[in-house]
């Protein structure tokens, strides 16, 4: 028997839905090892705040600190291996005729669990593009002190992430807010619900009366409008509720 109680109207909802959206953010890949956003950070980069070195302006003041900050993290993303979170919304999108899975994550975690129809809201970071034309490039140099620049063109390299301030990959958005406005149930797990304009599809789906539901450990601005409220760790309530509704 589960730990968590998960309720029975949603079990069944979840069982008979015919579309699917989930977000997730952060909180869902915690679980494997790669820190959120708004956990402080340890060790040798407690001292900055992810918010201000993902901007552009952090980069063109300082690239070489961005670059190593985030080829520090994609030191742990290539240690990170999905969790059973991740496993359990494979196992759901097999179940379900429709379903969408849009992540603020940039870990690609849900594609190595074997998840399908990902949507990619924030970019990847393990792809790299130069910062004045977007130059896709395979190689280059991973050390974190040693800035290095575009074979084309010569402009610095940065990941290919959405950071303050930029736009969104718009296929993928309008992929989104599509899902959100015609699934028949959306699940938003492990996400502040802070960072626009992913935090207004679950509201999308709120307005049109649908069912909400929220897997995080913590209230967030979306709790008040979740149907279903579901506190825990990801990696947990996750395998619990999707067990329970293929059984
Ligand atoms: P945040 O770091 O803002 O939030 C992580 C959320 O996960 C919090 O609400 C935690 O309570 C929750 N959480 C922590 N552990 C969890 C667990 N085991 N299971 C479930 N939930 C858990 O991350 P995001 O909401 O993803 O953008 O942040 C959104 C965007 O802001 C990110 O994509 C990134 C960030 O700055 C860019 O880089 C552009």
Not at 48 to 73: G, H, I, K, M, S
Not at 118 to 124: F, T, W
Not at 164 to 184: I, K, Q, W
Request: proline share 9%; net charge negative; with cysteine.
């Amino acid at each position: 028997m589960s730990a968590f109680h998960i309720p029975q109207g949603l079990i069944e909802q979840l069982r008979t839905a015919r579309q699917v959206a989930v977000l997730t953010g952060a909180g869902i890949s915690a679980e494997s090892g790669v820190p959120t956003f708004r956990d402080a950070q340890t060790g040798l980069w407690a001292q900055y705040d992810p918010q201000e070195l993902a901007t552009r302006r952090a980069f063109q003041q300082n690239p070489q600190l961005v670059w190593a900050w985030y080829a520090w993290r994609r030191g742990l993303v290539a240690q990170a291996v999905p969790n059973p979170g991740h496993h359990a919304l494979v196992t759901l999108e097999r179940f379900t005729p429709h379903f969408t899975l849009i992540t603020q994550n940039v870990d690609g975690l849900h594609a190595q669990a074997g998840s399908q129809n990902v949507i990619e809201l924030h970019g990847n970071i393990k792809r790299i593009k130069c910062f004045d034309h977007d130059h896709p490039v395979d190689h280059w140099e991973e050390e974190t002190d040693v800035q290095p620049y575009c074979p084309v063109c010569g402009s610095a390299l940065r990941p290919d992430v959405v950071w303050f301030g930029e736009s969104l990959p718009a296929v993928a958005l309008h992929t989104a807010v599509n899902a959100a406005r015609t699934c028949d149930i959306f699940l938003s797990i492990g996400t502040s619900a802070l960072v626009q304009p992913a935090a207004s599809l679950p509201i999308e789906a709120h307005q049109r009366r649908i069912t909400v539901v929220e897997i995080n450990p913590h209230p967030t601005p979306l709790t008040p409008y979740a149907t279903y409220v579901l506190p825990g760790p990801a990696g947990e309530i996750l395998p619990a509720l999707v067990a329970q509704v293929t059984q």
